[in-house]
């Protein structure tokens, strides 16, 4: 019994020795939010003040900065600041942006069979990219945009 506690308290202790930074990424890339709130802070600490709250989750946002379990993010209107990154996905996500309707086709193409009409401000979940079109979906809704109409969906 006491082989198997000495066994198990070595495999936790090599396993809590594994640097975090190991788990982070390399800086730009592109998140979601994960969180149904998730609070946007001055600085990397719970002392800081809140500056926002977001209550969106699948908001796409762009990781500029990694601190120590904090993340700071720019958000599709420009906002930046700190986050705790546990409230983060690394799925990428985005949002449909500029004026009128985006039309969501059947395949990537202008000549693709359109399916629906998005309005600016729809978020879902980022496919694929190709030839300027994206793979998006949101809710029951799947199909492809025009790649220059979504946020989050460019290179860094």
């Keep these: 019994m006491i082989p198997l506690r000495i066994a198990f ?8 020795s594994i640097p975090a930074s190991g788990q982070d990424r390399e800086v730009p890339y592109w998140a979601s939010v994960r969180a149904s709130e998730l609070n946007l802070r001055v600085g990397p600490s719970e002392d800081y003040p809140v500056e926002w ?22 958000d599709p209107d420009g906002t930046r600041g700190w986050v ?12 449909v942006t500029g004026n ?7 395949d990537a193409g202008a000549s693709a069979p359109l399916k629906w009409r998005v309005e600016p401000g729809v978020s879902g979940m980022l496919g694929s990219c190709k030839d300027g079109w994206c793979s998006f979906v949101t809710g029951r809704y799947r199909g492809w945009i025009r790649q220059d109409r979504l946020w989050g969906a460019g290179a860094l």
């Design 53 to 74: 709250v977001y209550h969106r989750a699948g908001l796409p946002v762009k990781v500029l900065r990694v601190m120590q379990g904090w993340r700071f993010i720019e």
């Design 9 to 16: 308290l070595s495999v936790l202790l090599i396993g809590m």
């Design 100 to 106: 009128g309707l985006a039309d969501m086709r059947a």
């Design 84 to 95: 705790v990154a546990r409230l983060l996905s690394p799925e990428r996500a985005a949002i």
